[in-house]
């Protein structure tokens, strides 16, 4: 993200320079690029193949969203700030080596996460790329004012392939920053689940020992709440997005592979399609587990050693179940529910694109 202008620098004598940075990069990508995209369609729509058509458009849905993300991304830097802070404080929580080492395991699998995304991410711009250039043929058809593609073929080639990386390394940040920061969430509720757990198990210690146990295990939910009210907005944007791509871009990617794929175009085609599941899928699987998390924390408690306690104790035990049965939920955008049955939902929008195609004899017209 600090590549791209989304952060911000350390000393503040290179505030300028910085923002003068992401103002180019951000107007080039965001704005010039699916501008790009439209033009080329409008100006040489006669010389694409039916091929070239939808892997150009397919990349051109998904880059128009993706602008829509990155902004979305780009206005909740602040969000994610205060995210950070609190984030600290359940972080000094974590006072045994094992929780510690929990809090480790949960850092390293996002680290992997992140290495993970960013090999599928780049092989399709990998396999893409070359592919096109040795066949003297232009992987996305983008236009390029004073440039003619075909008598300077290298250098327009070069050209998409630059920009394109760096969309494919923008929707990346977008992906894997909610991923991210929801896995820590439900690395502080397991550790959380455990203290749960752990209550009133220690004898020899008195009711108010006992009494501001419970009391800290209350904050600390009071904080993991905090933490994911913060950054709702800054997910409901980027997820209502995805939502709504995942299906139109799936279907036009198996239309593609279907009727007007060769072998290598059809395998970077199935590359690419599984990094659109990525967008979403992943991400609506966590939330799932949170939902999950919270009822067996809910369970946890009711399950733990609060029969002998004294009034005091079972009055707080009371209000604390009651709030912890209210599970963590997020939306997109306020209409749709982030899960994984609303995610296979907008996946089926591309068989249905498919189905209007066969339908409609679309692809044989095409061709």
């Known amino acids: 993200m600090w590549t791209f202008g989304w952060t911000e620098p350390e000393n503040k004598r290179w505030v300028l320079p910085y923002k003068l940075w992401f103002a180019f990069v951000n107007i080039v990508i965001i704005i010039l690029l699916p501008i790009s995209m439209s033009i080329e369609y409008l100006h040489r729509f006669n010389t694409f193949s039916a091929g070239e058509f939808l892997s150009s458009l397919e990349i051109g849905v998904d880059i128009y969203g993706s602008s829509f993300k990155c902004a979305f991304t780009m206005m909740g830097f602040k969000k994610r700030q205060e995210a950070k802070v609190l984030l600290d404080q359940l972080d000094k929580r974590c006072v045994s080596d094992e929780e510690r080492s929990t809090v480790h395991r949960y850092v390293a699998m996002g680290n992997f996460l992140d290495i993970l995304y960013h090999i599928f991410y780049s092989s399709f711009v990998v396999m893409n790329f070359p592919y096109f250039l040795l066949k003297r043929r232009h992987a996305w058809r983008m236009y390029f004012p004073y440039i003619d593609p075909e008598k300077q073929f290298f250098i327009s080639s070069i050209a998409e392939g630059f920009l394109v990386t760096e969309v494919v390394y923008m929707n990346l940040c977008t992906d894997v920053c909610p991923l991210i920061t929801m896995l820590m969430a439900r690395c502080h509720i397991s550790l959380l689940k455990q203290r749960l757990r752990n209550l009133r198990s220690e004898p020899g210690r008195t009711e108010d020992e006992y009494l501001e146990e419970l009391t ?52 970077v085609t199935c590359v690419y399609m599984v990094d659109v599941c990525m967008e979403t899928s992943p991400f609506c699987y966590l939330c799932n587990m949170i939902i999950d998390d919270c009822q067996e924390m809910a369970d946890t408690l009711f399950q733990s050693d609060w029969t002998s306690a004294d009034r005091r104790y079972k009055s707080t035990l009371v209000y604390f179940l009651h709030n912890l049965q209210q599970p963590i939920t997020l939306t997109a955008g306020g209409v749709f529910p982030i899960c994984m049955q609303t995610n296979l939902a907008m996946v089926k929008l591309a068989f249905s694109v498919v189905t209007i195609i066969k339908q409609f004899n679309l692809a044989e017209r095409f061709q």
């Open 216 to 267: 800290e295990c209350i904050r600390d939910h009071r904080l993991i709440l905090d933490y994911v009210e913060v950054l709702r907005p800054v997910f409901s944007g980027t997820i209502f997005v995805q939502f709504l791509l995942v299906g139109t871009v799936l279907g036009l990617s198996m239309i593609n592979l279907m009727f007007f794929s060769t072998f290598w175009t059809g395998v």
